[in-house]
C-alpha cells in the first residue's frame, strides 16, 4: 500500500485515491495545431524515476493532487493540490 | 543436439538419460551481428527464430540482462485465444492461434498448449448482445469456433461455478472461444531459445545493454555489460522496459505507459476446471484456469498506477481473491502457492506496435498491454518480417508508432487514450 499524504485530509491509504496520469502534461490551446494535441493526448516519458503525476482523493476531499512519486520504489517525495490558486491559498492560511 | 523424440525417449530410457546435451549454447559476444536484438523473452526469441527460419537471416544475437525466461516469460497467466474485434488485431492474433496450434511440432518441444476453450461469462442481456457481436465478427472473419452458450450448456461444462441465482451478478451465458486454451510458458520460452539456438542464434544472457551508439539516424550498435557489439539492424522486444531502452537511444516519447500486473497459483488441486474462464463485471475483472499440475492459476486487473517495480500492491490481491470467491466459491478454503507481478507496456489503445523508428535500422516491438503471451508466434513473425523486409507485413500496417497521427486507434475496449483502462 502507498500511504499519501492528501494537504486537505491528512495521510491516507492509495486505495482511497485515483490515479490520473502524467502530471507534466500541458494541454495546448483550443486552436493549436493537431501535431501539439496528438503529443499531449498520446506521447509519455513514461519516467523510471521521479515523476510528477495526477492522483484523485476520490474517496475522501475529492480534490485533484501533484504527487511526486518514484515509479520503481514508489516513495513520494512531494504532493500539493493540482489547482495552482488553491496551492496558493493553502500556503497563505498556513 | 538430440531431437526430441519417442524413439529417443525410449532409447536414452534404456540407457541411463545420459546422452542428453544441453539444450542451447552459452556463447560469447561476438564483435558484430547482422541483427541484434534485445530481449530474451518470447517475442526477442520467436523473433530471432523466424529471422532464420523465414529469411535466411543467421548471424544473429539476442541479448538478455538476466536469463531467459526470467522475465514476463515467467509471469504470465499462459491463456492463448484469438477473440479480437478490431480490422488487423483480428487477423493477427488469429494467425497467432494457427501458429500455436502446430508450435510443439514446429519447434520439436512438447509447449503443452491445450485447447480446452475460453470461456467469457456474461451477466445481462445487453452483455449477450454485445458478445454476440463481437463472436458474429470473429465468425465472419474466419473463426468458425466462436459461440454463445446458453445456461444450461455452461452448466454442464462448467459444473462448478456459482449458478446461484441470487449472486450480485447471476450468470445468464456465456462467449466460447473453443481454439482456445493455454501453454506452459517455460516450455514455449525454452522451445523457442533451442529451435533458435539450432539455426545458429547466439543467446546471450546476463547481458545488460547499457548504451545504443548512432551515427546521425543510424544506429551502429550496443554497449553492453559484455562489451560493444556492433550491428546492421536492432530489434527492440523488451515489454515494460520499452521506454527506458527508447531513452537509451537517445529519444524521449512514446505511447506507452509501465503498469504492473499480478498474477496469482494455487497449491495444486484434482481436477476442477476444464477451461479458461473470465469474469468481466462493473469494476470486477478476473480470469482463472487449472494448470496441468493442478493449481489454479488467475489474475485480475493491473495495480492502477504506473510502476516499474516487480512487486504488486495488496488492495488487487484482495479484489482478485473476492472475484474468485465470486466466480468460484469453492476455492475459499485454498491456499496460494505463488503470487507475482511483472512490468507491463500498457499502450495509448490498447494495441501493440511492431513498427520502424525514427532512426533508420531501429525496430520496436512494444505495447503487449495483458496480452503478449498468446501474441508470441505471430509477433515473432510479423516483427522478424519488418526487421528482414524494412516495411510492414499488410497485416501489421497500422500497428505502428505513426496510427494516431493518422487518427487511428485500435482500442478494443473503447476506453480512450488511458493506458490503465486497456485491461
Known sequence: ?94 | MTRFSAWNVFWQGMSGQKGWSRQWRDPEPKPHYDVVIIGGGLHGLATAYYLAKNHGIHNIAVLEKGWIGGGNAGRNTTIVRSNYTQPGNREFYEHSLKLWEELSHELNYNVMFSQRSHITLLHSPGAIDAASRNYNIMRLTGNDDAEIWSLERLKEAAPHLNYDATARFPIMGAAVHKRAGTARHDAVIWGYARAADQLGIDIIQNCEVTGITRDGSRVTGVETSRGRISTYKLGLAVAGSSSRLWSLAGMRHLPIESHKLQAFVSEPLKPLLDQVVVFGMGGAHFYISQSDKGGMVFGGDLDWYKSYAQKGNLPIVQDVAEAAMSVLPCLGRVRLLRHWSGVVDMSMDGSHFISKTPLDNLYLNAGWNYGGFKATPASGTYFADLIANDRPHRVVANHDLKRFERGIQLDERGAGPDPKLHG
Open chain 1, 1 to 94: 500500500m502507498i500511504r499519501i499524504p492528501c494537504p486537505f485530509c491528512g495521510t491516507r491509504d492509495h486505495s482511497e485515491f485515483s490515479y490520473g496520469g502524467d502530471g507534466s502534461i500541458k494541454y495546448p490551446a483550443l486552436d493549436a495545431p493537431m501535431e501539439d494535441w496528438h503529443d499531449a493526448v498520446f506521447q509519455r516519458e513514461n519516467i523510471c524515476g521521479r515523476q510528477v503525476e495526477t492522483w484523485h482523493h476520490v474517496n475522501g476531499c475529492r480534490m485533484w493532487l501533484l504527487v511526486e512519486r518514484d515509479t520503481m520504489t514508489h516513495e513520494i517525495h512531494s504532493v500539493r493540490p493540482a489547482h495552482p490558486d488553491m496551492a496558493q491559498a493553502l500556503e497563505v492560511t498556513a
